[in-house]
């Protein structure tokens, strides 16, 4: 069965819908991770680096379009707690 | 047996505490040596417990129904006086001097702590194949992975060791060992069960939580759990009720739920099919089944992904100059926190809160939704790859249906639904709104009857 996109709040973004299905995967960044080791003073050897490599990127490939959909007004969910069940 | 099986006999004086307790260390010391469901075996305080159990009962001082219950505890969760390793050779000799909140519980109900169960280390992974405290195995097939992180505990219970084993579950760390071992695994709504003496890996997903054989057990244990407590800086306020299902549980006119996006894809088809036929069960004892249209759970397990990687970095920071005495895969998940700059994590917690409130929708629509625990049965130990429409990493594989819930916070629930082909156990999901925990083990109990017995 084809997905149907999840309808977003408009007011909750200015650019699109929340689904990497709908976004384009050119937003991510192409990042150095070596050099950024380097500029953080984080000691992981080269192998270890280069094991770690593969999976940043694909992270960043999927979270990076996510954050171009976020509207200023959207506040984190740094003290997270779950709704009461009157307030759903 | 079960607790309440064993609550039952205790009380009919088929056999004392000391003498199932004595049964079971000594299976612990048969079996342990090829599952290493166990890090610490306590033998001496346990027996101790145990007389201490059966001298009450005899005085007629009951307290309850875990009274003089033999049970394990993941090994992350503070002990008093008893090392507690949280699976890794860093904290090999971490001893607490207080116990965590769900052990000071199950201490204050009589139930008697036979040992510390074997986990994924630091509770990062899902294979449990610890390199330090060796690698838990399937009671099912000892060449295959219980599942993790909490492996030593669905193990131990799928082995018939303890009936009831505490576990933690932080992108689906007591879900998907309950999936690969048949056993019964729930995760509370956040907030509910108390974080207080348990090591943290992610302060904002991880969740405590019961491994048993059946729902009604988990909910005995949940009613135990439950409750507020100022030590936990997360802790809910929120009422706590009954959540043992009646016996004969209604689930008449609840709004069931069946994914029509992503929970059913890439799965194997048996497990597919098994949840179906227990939806169709449901639908025949009166539920309301429908189809529904959730979030997109994979933009979800990403942001999780963001949100853990950077919590359990800094968590450990402090630790990582001990490179050579991490795992190997431990250590790859931690140098990759470290590598997301402040700016993802915010982002990550400003796109959680979208989306959860995207979710909370759903819930307009349904009471539960029911998905399969994991889309694929027990992996063989050392299997780093899955066939899945495309080959998959065997940990984004075993986390795919289960991480997003502990980044909504949601209560969740994985209960066998039979066997598959290879005679391995398969397990269902049933995820509920914040707090419905009442709601979702009376749909388990309700249905884990239809789904497959035990074998002998």
Redesign the interface.
């Known amino acids: 069965?084809p997905?149907?996109p999840?309808p977003?709040?408009q007011s909750?973004?200015n650019q699109g819908?929340?689904?990497?299905?709908t976004l384009d995967s050119k937003m991510a960044l192409q990042r150095n991770?070596k050099l950024?080791?380097v500029g953080?003073n984080?000691?992981?050897?080269d192998a270890?680096?280069e094991?770690?490599q593969a999976?940043?990127e694909k992270?960043e490939k999927?979270?990076r379009p996510?954050?171009g959909?976020?509207s200023p007004e959207?506040?984190?969910?740094?003290?997270?707690?779950?709704?009461?069940?009157e307030e759903? | 047996m079960n607790v309440q099986d064993i609550a039952r006999a205790l009380r009919a004086r088929e056999f004392s505490s000391m003498e199932l307790t004595r049964e079971t260390l000594d299976r612990i010391k048969k079996l342990n040596h090829s599952l290493a469901a166990f890090i610490t075996v306590m033998e001496e305080s346990a027996m101790a417990r145990a007389g201490q159990a059966d001298a009450e009962l005899g005085r007629g001082i009951d307290r309850g129904v875990f009274h003089g219950v033999p049970v394990a505890v993941k090994d992350l969760f503070f002990t008093r006086g008893v090392r507690t390793t949280g699976g890794s050779r860093i904290f090999a000799e971490q001893i607490p001097a207080h116990d965590a909140a769900v052990v000071e519980k199950l201490d204050a109900a009589g139930a008697v702590l036979v040992g510390k169960t074997n986990m994924h280390e630091l509770a990062y992974g899902v294979t449990s194949g610890n390199p330090h405290y060796g690698t838990v195995r399937n009671p099912w097939d000892m060449n295959r992975i219980p599942g993790g992180s909490s492996g030593g505990s669905g193990s131990a219970v799928a082995a018939g060791l303890v009936p009831l084993a505490l576990g933690s579950d932080t992108g689906g760390s007591i879900r998907i060992p309950a999936s690969y071992c048949g056993v019964v695994g729930l995760k509370p709504t956040y907030g509910l069960v108390s974080r207080f003496g348990s090591m943290p890996l992610s302060f904002t997903l991880d969740h405590m939580g019961p491994m048993t054989r059946t729902v009604r057990d988990a909910a005995l244990t949940l009613n135990l759990l439950a409750g507020f407590d100022p030590r936990d800086p997360s802790s809910s306020r929120q009422p706590v009720t009954d959540y043992l299902p009646s016996n004969n549980p209604s689930i008449a006119d609840v709004r069931i739920g069946l994914p029509e996006n992503f929970y059913f894809e890439r799965v194997e088809p048996e497990i597919a099919k098994a949840v179906k036929r227990v939806a169709e069960t449901a639908q025949t004892a009166g539920a309301r089944v429908s189809s529904v249209q959730v979030p997109d759970i994979k933009a979800i397990n990403t942001v999780a992904r963001v949100i853990l990687l950077a919590e359990a970095s800094a968590l450990l920071e402090s630790f990582l100059a001990r490179r050579t005495e991490f795992g190997s895969d431990v250590l790859g998940l931690l140098d990759q926190g470290r590598f997301l700059p402040a700016t993802d994590y915010v982002n990550a917690q400003r796109l959680r809160r979208i989306l959860r409130e995207e979710f909370l929708a759903v819930w307009k629509q349904v009471d539960c939704l029911l998905t399969p625990a994991t889309p694929c049965t027990a992996p063989k130990i050392g299997q780093s790859t899955l066939e899945m429409e495309g080959e998959e990493d065997v940990r984004l594989a075993s986390t795919r249906l289960v991480r997003a819930v502990n980044a909504m916070g949601f209560p969740a629930l994985s209960i066998p639904c039979g066997r598959d082909s290879k005679g391995l156990p398969m397990g269902l999901q049933i995820i509920g709104p914040p707090f419905q925990e009442s709601l979702i083990l009376r749909v388990g109990a309700a249905l884990e009857g239809t789904t497959g017995s035990w074998p002998a």
């Not at chain 1, 819908?17 to 299905?21: C, D, F, P, R, V």
């Not at chain 1, 959207?74 to 069940?85: G, I, K, L, N, V």
């Open positions: 069965m997905l149907k999840w977003l709040p909750q973004t819908k929340i689904g990497s299905e991770w950024i080791a953080l984080l000691d992981v050897p270890d680096l094991k770690a999976s940043l992270l999927d979270f996510l954050v959909l976020l959207t506040e984190p969910a740094f003290r997270f707690e779950c709704p009461s069940e759903l």
